[in-house]
């Protein structure tokens, strides 16, 4: 099973990741699908596509979402979860990467990239609130 969803994820496949039963492993593809789909938006902008560059940001944007919602399903303390504090930190040098990405891009395209940088930074931001708010 982990064979077929490696192989699925190796064609950058979303509906892979949220086919994954554990919530944790699910959260740790949805990322690593999220740095992958960064990396396809700055090769797709490098060959001036920018259809595929704004698919591949729209993925990145979802992969960031299913990440948290996979957080959220597991029910486990956000405070002693490693997932979280691993989310927290990749989503975190998501960020750095797509202001990199958003000072390279023309003035025209900066736009969607903005959208994007502001999903991430919602998510970030309630990570962040999730480790560091007191117990229910």
């Known amino acids: 099973m982990t064979l077929i969803l490696v192989l699925l994820l190796a064609f950058g496949d979303l509906t892979a990741v949220k086919a994954e039963p554990d919530f944790d492993k699910r959260s740790e593809l949805a990322l690593s699908n999220a740095e992958r789909a960064m990396d396809d938006a700055h090769k797709a902008y490098g060959d001036a596509d920018d259809k595929a560059e704004q698919a591949a940001l729209d993925e990145l944007a979802e992969s960031v979402d299913v990440c ?12 002693k979860s490693k997932y979280y504090k691993r989310a927290e930190l990749r989503v975190r040098a998501l960020m750095r990467r797509l202001a990199g990405f958003r000072d390279e891009v ?20 309630q990570l962040l609130a999730d480790i560091m708010s007191k117990k229910k």
Request: zero cysteines; a negative charge; glycine letters at 0%.
């Open 68 to 79: 948290y919602d996979a957080l959220q399903q597991s029910h486990q303390s956000p405070r």
């Open 106 to 125: 023309s003035f025209d395209a900066r736009q969607s990239v903005e959208t994007v940088l502001k999903k991430l930074s919602d998510v970030h931001d």
